[in-house]
């Protein structure tokens, strides 16, 4: 965002330059007024587009960790603090240059944040995983091998991503049960639509 800033008024700064060396640079208050309310305008609007893209990235962000299979694992209340967590990070500053240092600085606040969150979501839910395959396979022990049976309902057709991430995240559970069993029996039950 600061490069396409730069960018955008690289032009200005130089014209800007240019008079300024001007003898007779005083005469030219109109055209400085001119050039300040424009670049107010370019720096207002870069700051507004990095804050909007903040905010974006933040949401990508908890739409990125409701696909992860290990989200499931998580309680309502761990979902509730991470996507606080993200919440917290959006800062509503002005609109200039000192904002936008601010938002410059809150990207690797971000940044740190999304990925320290994602490895965090991924270590408690393998872990819950593996704690609940481990509880299965004393349970099966005792009983001996047996057989894993599962349902799952498929829509005819899949209209939405949610529906099809529901689905891969059926079938990883049903496959990280596998090796519990000697045999597996995996029923489809296709349905008219998505939700039924």
């Not at 991430?165 to 029996?185: F, V």
Request: aromatic share 4%; with cysteine.
């Amino acid at each position: 965002m600061p490069g396409d800033l730069r960018n955008e008024v690289s032009e200005d700064l130089i014209l800007l330059a240019e008079q300024l060396g001007k003898e007779d640079f005083y005469t030219l208050t109109a055209e400085f007024n001119s050039q300040l309310t424009h670049l107010n305008s370019c720096v207002r609007d870069a700051a507004i587009a990095l804050s909007n893209q903040q905010k974006l990235r933040l949401k990508e962000g908890v739409e990125d960790f409701q696909r992860l299979n290990e989200w499931d694992e998580l309680t309502q209340e761990e979902r509730g603090n991470a996507i606080s967590r993200l919440d917290s990070l959006v800062i509503d500053t002005t609109n200039d240059l000192a904002g936008i240092k601010k938002l410059l600085a809150r990207d690797y606040d971000i940044n740190s944040n999304l990925e320290e969150l994602k490895r965090s979501i991924k270590r408690q839910g393998q872990e819950r995983i593996r704690q609940r395959l481990e509880e299965d396979r004393l349970k099966i022990d005792e009983k001996g091998p047996s057989k894993l049976s599962k349902s799952i309902s498929v829509p005819v057709k899949m209209t939405s991503k949610a529906g099809l991430d529901l689905l891969i995240r059926q079938l990883a559970e049903i496959k990280s049960q596998t090796g519990l069993y000697t045999e597996i029996e995996v029923t489809f039950f296709i349905t008219s639509s998505e939700g039924n």
